[in-house]
């Protein structure tokens, strides 16, 4: 098979078995690339995590279009981002043909409320892969930044600018003491 066909067809594969997407997404493709495929290791893909969620748009979307681009720059990028994106527009267009005729099932509703738990749980599981990796100091601060976010109202756009603009300078000043 080729690369970029192997490539859409483990994010296609992605894109079927995942519902919820954004957070519910991301511990399936970690599992994709680092243990299935072991296309890239386990610290780029929290990097390329990371600059998924600072970049506008949904995470899922995000991480397959920086994953693909990693692997083969613009047409890896491409090809994943294709990959993830048509079997939610396949299976949202077979819903909206036949919606109007199943909305009131009963066996669909249960259905949708036995699936909430599960996604709910896949959300939580890429936050305890980050956990793993942190060390103490910095799971406190990212306990405070989530409770200064959800009380005091400040939008994460201010506190990702200053984040990064920290983490710029505590580069800066240890760049510094090496050099002396």
């Given at each position: 098979m080729g690369k970029y066909r192997e490539l859409f067809a483990s994010f296609f594969k992605i894109g079927i078995f995942t519902f919820g997407g954004g957070y519910a997404?991301?511990?399936?493709?970690?599992?994709?690339?680092?243990?299935?495929?072991?296309?890239?290791?386990?610290?780029?893909?929290?990097?390329?995590?990371?600059?998924?969620?600072?970049?506008?748009?949904?995470?899922?979307?995000?991480?397959?279009?920086f994953v693909g681009y990693k692997m083969y720059g613009y047409r890896g990028a491409v090809t994943a981002l294709a990959g993830v994106v048509l079997p939610s527009f396949i299976i949202m267009l077979l819903i909206a043909s036949f919606f109007t005729q199943?909305?009131?099932?009963?066996?669909?509703?249960?259905?949708?409320?036995?699936?909430?738990?599960?996604?709910?749980?896949?959300?939580f599981a890429p936050i305890i892969g980050f956990v793993k990796g942190m060390r103490s100091y910095a799971i406190a601060i990212?306990?405070?930044?989530?409770?200064?976010?959800?009380?005091?109202?400040?939008?994460?756009?201010?506190?990702?600018?200053a984040g990064g603009i920290i983490g710029v300078l505590l580069a800066a000043l240890r760049g510094k003491e090496v050099e002396r």
């Open positions: 997404m991301v511990s399936i493709i970690q599992r994709e690339v680092i243990d299935s495929r072991g296309w890239i290791k386990e610290r780029e893909f929290l990097d390329l995590l990371t600059l998924a969620q600072s970049a506008p748009g949904p995470i899922s979307l995000n991480t397959a279009v199943i909305r009131h099932n009963e066996v669909i509703d249960a259905a949708f409320k036995g699936i909430r738990p599960v996604v709910v749980a896949l959300m990212a306990i405070a930044i989530s409770l200064i976010i959800w009380y005091v109202g400040i939008s994460p756009v201010y506190i990702l600018f």
